[in-house]
């Protein structure tokens, strides 16, 4: 099996993969488990190691199934903990997602040694699942934009504060302003501060993802498909006027196309 791991700033995301060699020929990889748990910099690799093996043993697997290993990762200072952890704790050396990686994707930015892991995983997935153009909107930490030519060429975007981030901000500088929770208010014109701050939140940041998204459209001359990932990809996509896809899955199915890409031939057996 294919332990896909996608290391981001809040959360790391974790996907199981049965592959071809293990099902019927011709079968798409299937896709048998997967966690969403805290990015935690500071973790040793002993408790990375102990939390990745409870998360197997919940779900009935155990890590000497996991043959494969393929990581991205925007988080430089834990990924050596990682590596130890998959070669401590899988026997597996892993494969990260970095320059020198065959990806099938030319990528049309003034430096793509720049650009972040998971974003080049969801331009790849986007294009391979829906066709292009297309942008991708991914609601981390981070919000970032991306998109992809109708030739399959990564052609740039856009990274904006996340709605998490946003909220942060406002409650730490106003000191009269208690936290509330995010989510979509009965109505605009809110009543009170909290419904305030809610409509303020939620429509604002609705505001900027359309905004960027209008201009990013105006600008491809073309109607591409607008796919939303990410943690907070169902909250707010929903009042969009131009996302019409949220795939869940997206960096992990990525992932699985980058790994297939990369991986070495295994020798036939000979007939005998």
């Known amino acids: 099996m294919l332990l896909a791991l996608d290391v981001g700033n809040t959360n790391t995301v974790l996907g199981i993969y049965r592959l071809d060699d293990e099902k019927s020929v011709g079968d798409k990889p299937e896709l048998v488990a997967h966690w969403r748990v805290t990015t935690h910099r500071d973790q040793t690799v002993d408790e990375y190691g102990v939390l990745f093996v409870n998360l197997f043993e919940m779900h009935g697997m155990a890590p000497t199934q996991v043959h494969h290993i393929i990581v991205s990762s925007v988080v430089p200072p834990i990924d050596s903990t990682l590596r130890q952890v998959c070669e401590d704790y899988f026997q597996v050396q892993p494969l990260f997602v ?28 986007a294009f391979e699942r829906y066709g292009g153009p297309c942008i991708v909107v991914d609601f981390g930490t981070a919000t970032t934009f991306d998109v992809i030519s109708a030739r399959g060429e990564y052609l740039g975007g856009a990274i904006a504060p996340g709605l998490g981030i946003s909220a942060d901000a406002l409650f730490s500088r ?43 459209i105006a600008e491809l001359a073309a109607q591409p498909r607008v796919i939303a990932t990410g943690g907070l990809a169902r909250q707010i996509s929903g009042d969009s006027r131009f996302i019409s896809e949220i795939d869940d899955m997206l960096t992990l199915d990525g992932l699985l196309i980058l790994f297939e890409r990369n991986r070495t031939p295994r020798p036939r057996s000979r007939a005998h």
Do not use: F
């Not at 099938?104 to 995983?121: C, K, S, W």
């Open 174 to 216: 106003a000191a009269r302003l208690g936290r509330v929770d995010i989510k979509r208010p009965a109505k605009v014109i809110g009543t009170n501060t909290i419904t305030h701050l809610q409509s303020g939140l939620y429509y604002g940041y609705i505001g900027l993802v359309d905004g960027i998204l209008e201009r990013m």
């Open 98 to 125: 970095e320059p020198g990686i065959k990806t099938g994707m030319p990528v049309l930015v003034d430096n793509p040694a720049e650009l972040g892991a998971d974003r080049l995983v969801n331009a790849i997935a």
